[in-house]
């Protein structure tokens, strides 16, 4: 029993090393079968494994070929090994195609296989060899697997028992190459004007912080180790950079949308202070509640009955709309540049958005055409929230604004009791506004400024004239409302074309909706 125990170990032995060497050198597979057809075990017929030697075989090709590429080539020969890499790449292709095929065929075959009584015999020989338990024989069995299947299966039973000893192995937590490219990314990102994280740059990217210029990013990206002493040495690199299979192409494009995303980030337009962030899921228009659009509660009924009420939900409807502008970044850049002009590039579409928010913002506001589900505009005598004459910021129009925001009414014509806390004006009213809610110490009662303290002034560019606002706290009684579709929290870059004799197209685009919700929330003043 011992010789036997022995004999059965040593041959799966042999299987497991003659069936690595079919595997990853492509040996010949009849040939392999009449090596080991001694009675002992039987070779599996199996194209897959063929196909699969041969996708790693044409996988190195492409790789080695590409490496191939020398600083010292003309362009006509670094042409014609790219050529060769493309065909490599397409081979591969093909390969992977043939093996989704062949493994589908082989699957189909399986579902529709019988197990004869010779198959079966079969693979309870080997399986009992290999210590399989018997259920998993049995129903190996009745599932109708061949034996070339089941013999695999034997395979890695022995291999996973043989490797049940502990051990402990070198942990790869994280891809180098990935690594690396989060570490060029980031440090390309901040070199473009990206604020640093808190704590500085991570210690992926602090390997990278010393280049300074779009060439050396690309250097690095394609391993590239030699000197760029000319321009065309350098426009050839970036070439390289943006055409080959290299990682650069996501490196630059995810360093100029952090860039910008980071930029656009410290901006604070004055629409935000006044009108509430809701975004959208699509583009369809979406309906919005506003405040005293729910009804008030009532006591039950002696026999428990719930009154029901009326709901305003749907009434408004705000959508988000698409925007988009091309840009270029010029060759003199790319080549040229020690980042400077491409930092400030994006450094300025940063504040660009912003102010094209404001804009469109208050375009929205002042428009004739801006009106609710009423059919009036929002300031309107008949919303009880515009002053019938209008009147410079003075503690009396000030009050009468404030109680006119209180005094408004729900569906259920109870008082909303609405506070004020925005004094918004243009810059023509900014002095007086500051002035009029400036803490001052007076000598009488009667001159003390009762309004110091409970509203704070926004004063925006886009306003103009004598008008001035009051508005609630937008959470708690919304006017306007603005938000981006959903996911798209910033404006994104995208590129058009590869790097080529004038540069880089890229298209900056956002997506961006701003509209009327309300009106009980906000008052106005034509001012005096």
Known sequence: MKKLVTFAAVASVLFVAVAIAVIFTGADLPGFAALVGNGLMVAPAVPVVTLRAQLDQVTRDAEAKIASIKDTMTPEEIRAIEDEHRGLLEQAAQLRADIDVAVEAENNDRNTRTVSAADAADILD?????????????????????????????????????????????????????????GLTEALAIRLGAPEPEGGPSEAARDFMDMVDVVEFA??????????????????LLSRAFHTASDFPAIFSDAINTSLERRYALANPSYREISRRRDFMDFRPHHAVGIGEFPMLKALTEAGEIQFGTFGEGKETIAVVPYARGIRVSRQMLVNDRLGAIAELMAGYGRTVSRFEEITFYAMMASANTKLSDGKVVFHADHANLAGAGAAITTTSLSTGKAAMRKQKGLDDAALNITPRILLVSPDKEDEALQYLAPVVASEALKVNIHVGTL?????????????????????????????????????????????????????????????????????????
Request: charged residues 25%; glycine residues 10%.
């Open 126 to 182: 080997i399986g009992t060899r290999a210590g399989i338990p018997n259920d998993e024989i049995q129903k190996a069995i009745r599932e109708g697997v061949t034996v070339a299947d089941f013999r695999a299966r034997a395979f890695d039973h022995l291999a996973e028992r043989s490797n049940r000893t502990p051990t402990n192995p070198a942990r790869i937590l994280r891809d180098e190459a990935e690594t690396r490219r989060s």
């Open 219 to 236: 250097s690095r990206a394609l391993n590239h180790n030699g000197r760029l002493v000319t321009v065309r040495q350098r426009e050839e």
């Open 456 to 528: 704070r002034p926004v004063v925006s560019a886009e306003l103009s004239g004598k008008a001035w606002y009051l508005f609630a706290d937008p959470e708690d009684a919304a006017v306007y409302q603005w938000g981006y579709l959903d996911g798209y929290a910033a404006p994104r870059v995208r590129f058009d074309e590869p790097f080529g004799a004038q540069g880089i197209g890229m298209t900056v685009e956002h997506d961006f909706g701003v509209g009327a919700v309300g009106f009980a929330g906000g008052y106005k003043n034509p001012g005096a």
